[in-house]
């Protein structure tokens, strides 16, 4: 636990020194904002379904890119060469790069917490599907970022695990647009396989406990996944 | 300290390292040489547990490294051939995070840093970010993180390979000074270095072990024979019959211009090819000794006979 910690720290600490995590956060705010304020004063609501809905693809892409340095800069600079003969588990340098930047994603959506302050001064919102939506934005996001985080497990190049993976991200999140086409049984499991299946209820102020289980369950995969292909690197 | 036992690794098909079996006692400094290729980082990444060994084992200690992994790990303090830094880290932030890791006392590492910063002359650096540092201070800090945790074992792969000559002294007496307290194994390519740091040596070649010995033994073996290269402006044939009827010296060869002349250690026949020189009225352009090269070593150990045992 320690050393999951420490690792965790370091992650985030330099994500701070770098511009990639201002950058980052600062198209989500710009972006989500603008989809937050169009929502807003067009249909005089008084929710953030306007920020969840972008919101929730922005994740995604915005995890791959947080993500992609964290394994693969290590492969290229070779300090990834301390990691492995450090007294340290494989499963503990994951789990401390995966809160590392889990770590930033929150701070990105804590800065977001304006939007339903805006709406509490202005307004009487419904606080529920708000709740609801930051739960569903987070599960979204550990899911984003583990997968980030196994794309960037197999490759010395960020762009290709940044693509990498965009592209798995990418497939589970239409895997449910793609059941409409499929018999009916296989459609089920497409749909229950979707990423953006499971968001809506979320946005709704809806707790679906097999939501839940499914954004950890992907999360657990990847990291899991993660975990092997680090420990695959010391058998070539 | 350290048991090497039927170690084999392969990448894919090719053979790196060949059933090597090798140990190194407690507070030893010994020398892995051989030329590029052969095997020497290999070796020493399936030490330190970043690789794993397709055969074999190693024990560190009491530790295998295929049971005990972590703990063998938490033993040895790692610097390898290129330099492994977090450049947007400063020095201090960056010995922290590994003294973190290797599980240095909470309370001790911050006097840890400052000793080790000392050690390794990092003084006037201990703030700056590490990218901007020169070749030789990264090379410092490389040191200073593999000595953090006070490691039992010092496994340092080529430590003296493209820094400046002051540095390349610098760094051979730390390691000298590190060699007291820990056992430590190094590799390189650099033969005086071997003669100066190391007490016994291990040559490999194409994954093999070819010569281990104790550096005195290696040194005769490799001043078997004195060379000397003349370069004179004569007849060949006359020069190369007068000078192999010169007492002492046993073989003359003829090559580029140059002449190669090999006696026993103990001889010096050079006042006396002077004589012969000036008695048969030819030009001494150039006389000089010769060290024999890694090359040579190789050459005489693999085609000359089996190495001793």
Known sequence: MKNITTIAIKEFKSYLSSPMAYVVSGIFLALTGFFFSISSATYFETSIRGFLGIGSILLLLLAAVLTMRLLAEERKLGTLELLLTAPLRDSEIILGKFFGSLGILAAMLVL????????????????????????????????????????????????????????????????????????????????????????????????????????????????????????????? | MIRVENLTKYYGKRLAVDNISFNVEKGEIVGLLGPNAAGKTTTMRMITGFLAPSQGNIWVSDYDIRNHSLEARQLIGYLPEAVPLYTDMTVTSYLDFLARIRKVDKNTIKSRIEEVINICHLEEYANSIIGKLSKGYRQRVGVAQAIIHKPKVLILDEPTIGIDPLQVAMTRQLIRELGKESTVILSTHILPEVSMLCERVIIINEGKIIAEDRIEHLSSLISGSKRIRLEVEGPSKEVTDRLSRIKGILKVSYENHHYIIECPPQQDPRAKIMETMVQNGWTLLSLESIDMSLEDIFLKLTTEEEPGE
């Open chain 1, 112 to 236: 977001t917490f304006y939007y339903p302050i805006l709406l509490l001064i202005f307004g009487d919102p419904d606080i529920g599907p708000i709740i609801t939506g930051y739960i569903g934005l987070l599960l979204l996001g550990c899911t984003a970022l583990a997968v980030g985080l196994f794309a960037s497990s197999l490759t010395s190049n960020q762009i290709v695990a940044a693509v990498v993976a965009g592209g798995i991200l990418g497939a589970l999140w239409f895997a449910g647009s793609a059941a409409g086409l499929l018999p009916t049984a296989l459609a089920e499991i497409f749909n229950y396989l979707s990423l953006s299946t499971h968001f809506p209820d979320f946005m709704t102020g809806i707790i679906d406990t097999r939501s839940i289980i499914y954004y950890l369950s992907i999360t657990a995969l990847f990291l899991f996944l993660a975990t092997r292909s680090l420990e695959n690197s010391r058998w070539n």
